[in-house]
């Protein structure tokens, strides 16, 4: 019988690991097991492996593995190297007493999985090996950079807090716990992505969430099956109701004082490791309405803000299709004057109405999206010059009229003051457009229809967007259309929350 060299154990061991690693487990063996890994990670230089011995003479041998890079320099070399090598002989040395007697670290926990090792050091921390021991402790060493906080660039506010999350998952969740400061907030982690395995936290406060939203989020968030997670929009368009829709069924911020406020709603936060930014449900269709500093201003003037930017929707939307079809078919509805002038004026544009209009709105989209990706010093100029020397030179040249170039101005500038809902803005505009093109204000009036059909329709995770009630009351629209003060805002919105109740005290005097 041939003999098996301990090179060719290591190989075998190696193999049987590659399927599934994530059930293999380690050996008593020093040796084997820096070997084993040091097999897993073949061509990786950022693996670094280290033996120390312990004792005067040297008698304890320990195997040390982290990835350079990730670790704080400073926690390894006073707190975990010097205790090993300080060890003093005839010391009884198992891993309890490592973990509670020799190693400094906060976080120390055993393990004899070889998958949740990787997980870890790739994150990392550090495996501490024992020789003689058949298991392992991994030691909370990270020391890797992140950004630090600021204020999101996409939804800057003239009030209030300035905090935005960053790619930290950990820092993420601590602004989320100065701003909510109750045991009855809970965290869950759970990793997703076969090959990133990315640590997704649910967030919730237990008492308001209402348990049939959360039973479903879970539920769904555990039939997703990705080999990589590397942004909540990975999850968003997987677990999100009505999939094609343009409109949005699930929240989306970078900032912690939003989240928070969503909380104490009732909702659920699901962050993502590496993204900024934190997916919230269930969404309602007024959010696309609702500012972030409505809430830090006076209600006066929010309610009037809230109520400018939904009539803007409806003008950004409509007013190329009520424009083609005012020129196209019903030009009588214009005064004499003014249908003079503009028919004076099309008489040398060689596009018809539709088609001028369509490729006006298509170049206003492209000036738009030049000028967010470019940077920010040139972006704003570039897009404001871009579109006044276009839009000029388009005229003078008699390709478009004066008045479509109006038209569509009007129609950009009040589709910016809701970004949230600029993809469902630019599908909807077209759309009307097409119907109001073929078959006039019928074409306009179907159009409508059908996307108030499909907006009454939408839910979110079992919660209808847009719940109509015959007996509305001034709780129910309290802070939809309008924002009313925080006296009188007494309950939550009662479709989120399982307790309702807000405010318990007397109005105030008035």
Same mark, same amino acid.
């Not at 969740?173 to 009855?184: A, D, F, G, M, T």
């Not at 659920?268 to 609702?290: C, H, K, R, W």
């Not at 209600?299 to 009520?322: D, E, G, K, N």
């Not at 298509?362 to 470019?374: A, N, Q, S, V, Y």
């Given at each position: 019988?041939?003999?098996i060299?301990?090179?060719?154990?290591?190989?075998?061991?190696?193999?049987?690991?590659?399927?599934?690693?994530?059930?293999?487990?380690?050996?008593?063996?020093?040796?084997? =097991?820096?070997? @084993?890994?040091?097999?897993?990670?073949?061509?990786?230089?950022?693996?670094?492996?280290?033996?120390?011995?312990?004792?005067?003479?040297?008698?304890?041998?320990?195997?040390?593995?982290?990835?350079?890079?990730?670790?704080?320099?400073?926690?390894m070399?006073?707190?975990?190297l $010097?205790?090993?090598?300080?060890?003093? +002989?005839?010391?009884?040395?198992?891993?309890?007493?490592v @973990?509670?007697?020799?190693?400094?670290?906060?976080e120390?926990?055993?393990?004899?999985?070889v998958?949740?090792? &990787? $997980?870890s050091? *790739?994150?990392?921390?550090?495996i501490?090996?024992?020789?003689?021991?058949?298991?392992?402790?991994?030691?909370?060493?990270?020391?890797? *950079?992140?950004?630090?906080?600021?204020?999101?660039?996409?939804?800057?506010?003239? =009030?209030?807090?300035?905090?935005?999350?960053?790619?930290?998952?950990?820092? =993420?969740?601590?602004?989320?716990h100065?701003?909510?400061?109750?045991?009855?907030? $809970?965290?869950?982690?759970?990793?997703?992505?076969?090959?990133?395995?990315?640590?997704?936290?649910?967030?919730y406060?237990?008492?308001?969430?209402?348990?049939?939203?959360?039973q479903?989020?879970?539920?769904?968030?555990?039939?997703?099956?990705?080999?990589?997670?590397?942004?909540?929009?990975y999850?968003?368009?997987? &677990?999100?109701d009505?999939?094609l829709?343009?409109?949005?069924?699930?929240?989306?911020?970078?900032?912690?004082?939003?989240?928070?406020?969503r909380?104490?709603?009732?909702?659920?936060?699901?962050?993502? +490791?590496?993204?900024?930014?934190?997916?919230?449900?269930?969404?309602?269709f007024?959010?696309?309405f609702?500012?972030?500093?409505? /809430?830090?201003?006076?209600?006066?003037?929010?309610?009037?803000?809230? @109520?400018?930017?939904?009539?803007?929707? !409806?003008?950004?939307?409509?007013?190329?299709?009520? /424009?083609?079809?005012? #020129?196209? /078919?019903?030009?009588?509805?214009?005064?004499?004057?003014?249908?003079?002038?503009?028919?004076?004026?099309?008489?040398?544009?060689?596009?018809?109405?539709?088609?001028e209009?369509?490729?006006?709105?298509?170049?206003?989209?492209?000036?738009?999206?030049?000028?967010?990706?470019?940077?920010?010093? #040139?972006?704003q100029?570039?897009?404001?010059?871009?579109?006044?020397?276009?839009?000029?030179?388009?005229?003078?040249?008699?390709?478009?009229?004066?008045?479509?170039?109006?038209?569509?101005?009007?129609?950009?500038?009040?589709g910016?003051?809701?970004?949230?809902?600029?993809?469902? &803005?630019?599908?909807?505009?077209?759309?009307?457009?097409?119907?109001?093109?073929?078959?006039? !204000?019928?074409?306009?009036?179907?159009?409508?229809? @059908?996307?108030? #059909?499909?907006?009454?329709?939408?839910?979110?995770?079992?919660?209808?967007?847009?719940?109509?009630?015959?007996?509305?009351?001034?709780? +129910? #629209?309290?802070?939809?259309?309008?924002?009313?003060?925080?006296?009188?805002?007494?309950?939550?919105p $009662?479709?989120?929350?399982?307790?309702?109740?807000?405010?318990?005290?007397?109005?105030?005097?008035?």
């Amino acid at each position: 019988m041939l003999k098996i060299t301990a090179k060719q154990k290591v190989v075998q061991a190696v193999e049987q690991l590659n399927a599934p690693v994530s059930n293999s487990s380690l050996s008593a063996s020093l040796q084997s =097991n820096l070997d @084993m890994f040091k097999a897993l990670f073949q061509d990786d230089d950022t693996a670094l492996f280290r033996t120390v011995q312990g004792g005067v003479n040297g008698q304890y041998a320990f195997g040390l593995l982290y990835c350079d890079g990730l670790v704080n320099s400073a926690i390894m070399d006073e707190h975990i190297l $010097k205790p090993l090598m300080e060890i003093e +002989d005839g010391v009884p040395i198992t891993i309890d007493t490592v @973990m509670s007697r020799v190693v400094r670290i906060n976080e120390a926990k055993k393990t004899t999985n070889v998958g949740d090792i &990787i $997980k870890s050091v *790739t994150y990392g921390d550090t495996i501490l090996f024992i020789d003689g021991v058949a298991e392992g402790i991994l030691l909370n060493t990270k020391g890797f *950079t992140l950004r630090s906080i600021a204020e999101p660039e996409g939804e800057k506010v003239l =009030n209030g807090p300035r905090e935005g999350f960053t790619e930290g998952i950990m820092m =993420n969740l601590s602004l989320l716990h100065r701003k909510v400061r109750s045991n009855e907030l $809970k965290m869950k982690f759970q990793s997703m992505g076969t090959r990133t395995q990315t640590q997704v936290c649910v967030v919730y406060i237990d008492s308001l969430v209402n348990k049939r939203v959360l039973q479903e989020l879970q539920k769904r968030l555990s039939r997703i099956n990705m080999d990589a997670v590397l942004d909540e929009n990975y999850l968003s368009e997987q &677990i999100r109701d009505n999939a094609l829709s343009p409109f949005r069924t699930t929240g989306l911020t970078e900032r912690p004082d939003v989240v928070a406020g969503r909380l104490l709603e009732g909702r659920i936060a699901v962050l993502v +490791d590496g993204s900024p930014t934190v997916m919230t449900v269930p969404y309602l269709f007024i959010e696309n309405f609702q500012s972030n500093e409505d /809430y830090y201003m006076s209600f006066f003037y929010t309610s009037f803000s809230r @109520m400018l930017r939904i009539m803007a929707f !409806f003008l950004t939307v409509s007013i190329p299709a009520i /424009y083609t079809v005012i #020129i196209t /078919y019903h030009h009588e509805i214009l005064p004499t004057a003014l249908m003079m002038s503009i028919s004076a004026e099309r008489q040398s544009v060689p596009l018809p109405v539709p088609l001028e209009a369509f490729a006006l709105l298509l170049m206003f989209d492209i000036l738009r999206e030049t000028g967010i990706r470019m940077p920010s010093s #040139i972006g704003q100029a570039l897009s404001v010059v871009g579109a006044l020397v276009v839009g000029q030179a388009a005229v003078e040249a008699k390709l478009v009229s004066a008045s479509m170039i109006i038209m569509v101005a009007i129609t950009g500038i009040t589709g910016l003051i809701i970004p949230k809902m600029n993809a469902p &803005i630019i599908f909807v505009r077209l759309g009307l457009l097409l119907a109001a093109s073929s078959l006039g !204000f019928l074409g306009l009036g179907l159009g409508f229809s @059908m996307v108030l #059909i499909h907006v009454l329709n939408l839910k979110s995770f079992g919660i209808a967007q847009i719940t109509p009630d015959k007996h509305l009351s001034f709780q +129910d #629209i309290k802070d939809t259309y309008i924002r009313a003060p925080w006296w009188k805002m007494r309950t939550r919105p $009662k479709q989120l929350s399982e307790d309702t109740t807000r405010l318990v005290a007397e109005d105030r005097h008035e």
